[in-house]
């Protein structure tokens, strides 16, 4: 009888809010079916009826809002040396979040056990809300449906360690997905309700390290094992005849070894400009430093190249940058767009367009706070759900 309650409730997931008639015409169910389904999620309490819906021949039909508010997911964007973890609504909305500063070079242990206080902390703040599900995000390739790093190139001591297991004295389903995947789908999605989807879009985490996240056809693209997608580690097109730079992950001539924020930082040292972390790095720019300046402009032209070929290969609508060395903002684009407009078919760029998110620092929760609701809500899970919110009869 419920087969089809997660596509009704994946119509109000993504308009927010529609009336029992626009129900019926987008569903192509029957009344009786839709006035059904409705109920049902009324009843969880994932669906409410407003007033003021629209008249069709002189009678008035009900009109039933997403209950985003309805319960929460706990979510955590682990970077390479700090992390923003948040609670969310059911709508990926964050509503409460606290940064920390970590080694992700630690191992997961000492890191996951700074996750564990936050959300203790963010759970108090918040009062203490109804929590459906829990959403991980990490810098490194994620096997996704087993909630594992798989060799990561950066991760020491996470390979194969049980992070969704970590979770398992919450006992709701755990999401661990791979920090630029999760981004991307906080940029796919509408955030207000007359906003578009975009269904095909690049999103890069300009980091310590690089990343991208490919959504195509509203779909995360993880490939056959997960691993789709890390630009970070394809060869850079780097025309000098000097040797290719050494990259962290044990290979030579990686992007990430020319245009990652530890390669900056690197760099920058080398011409006598100290740069503790990213983020210093990000203010000397802001501060024009010229050497700062020439060093990620550079760094731009060849991220640019890497996403040449993604961009004749997938012709995607935007690639959308993210992840603190974004925060370079024109310094950094110039240089993508330099390559981009340069290197890839015209035809992929005619209606191309490079941006930095809009979303800032809480891109990977709001992504991981979707992914996880995908999960929860998927049709395959909803019944369970709903089983488990009906009252007693
Ligand atoms: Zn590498």
């Known amino acids: 009888m419920r087969t089809h309650v997660g596509e009704v409730l994946a119509l109000f997931r993504e308009h927010g809010e529609l009336s029992r008639t626009e129900v019926i015409d987008v569903s192509g169910l029957s009344r009786s079916t839709v006035n059904q389904r409705l109920a049902a999620l009324d009843t969880a309490g994932l669906i409410s009826e407003i007033g003021g819906g629209s008249s069709t021949g002189g009678r008035p039909s009900s009109r039933f809002a997403f209950n985003r508010s309805r319960a929460a997911f706990l979510t955590v964007d682990i970077g390479a040396t700090g992390l923003v973890a948040a609670l969310c609504d059911l709508g990926g909305q964050p509503f409460a979040h606290t940064q920390r500063s970590i080694d992700v070079w630690e191992g997961p242990r000492p890191v996951l056990a700074v996750v564990d206080a936050a959300f203790a902390e963010l759970l108090e703040e918040a009062g203490g809300p109804e929590v459906w599900g829990i959403g991980i995000g990490v810098p490194g390739p994620v096997e996704f449906a087993a909630g594992r790093v798989v060799n990561p190139p950066i991760m020491t001591g996470w390979d194969g360690f049980d992070i969704a297991g970590w979770f398992s004295g919450y006992a709701v389903p755990v999401v661990v997905e791979n920090d630029a995947n999760s981004r991307a789908v906080a940029e796919s999605r509408p955030r207000a309700a007359d906003a578009v989807r975009h269904d095909d879009l690049i999103s890069l985490k300009l980091g310590t390290g690089i990343g991208s996240g490919l959504v195509f056809n509203g779909q995360i693209i993880r490939g056959s094992d997960g691993a789709a997608g890390d630009i970070g580690h394809t060869r850079a097109a780097v025309s000098d005849s000097s040797a290719p730079l050494p990259c962290r992950c044990g290979n030579v001539g990686c992007v990430e070894a020319y245009a990652g924020g530890w390669a900056l930082i690197r760099d920058l040292a080398a011409v006598g400009v100290p740069a503790a972390d990213v983020a210093e790095v990000v203010s000397l720019v802001r501060q024009g430093n010229l050497e700062a ?60 367009s490079i941006l930095v998110s809009s979303l800032g620092e809480f891109a990977g929760v709001t992504g991981l706070a979707l992914i996880t609701a995908d999960q929860l809500f998927d049709t395959g899970n909803i019944d369970t759900l709903l089983e488990r919110l009906a009252p007693a009869a």
């Not at 925060?327 to 684009?333: A, D, H, K, P, T």
């Open 293 to 352: 300046v020439r060093l990620v402009r550079q760094a731009g032209r060849v991220l640019g190249d890497a996403v040449a070929d993604l961009v004749s290969i997938l012709n995607p609508e935007s690639i959308i940058l993210s992840g603190q060395l974004a925060e370079c903002g024109e310094v950094l684009l110039s240089g993508v767009r330099e390559r981009v407009y340069q290197r890839s078919l015209p035809l992929a760029t005619r209606n191309l």
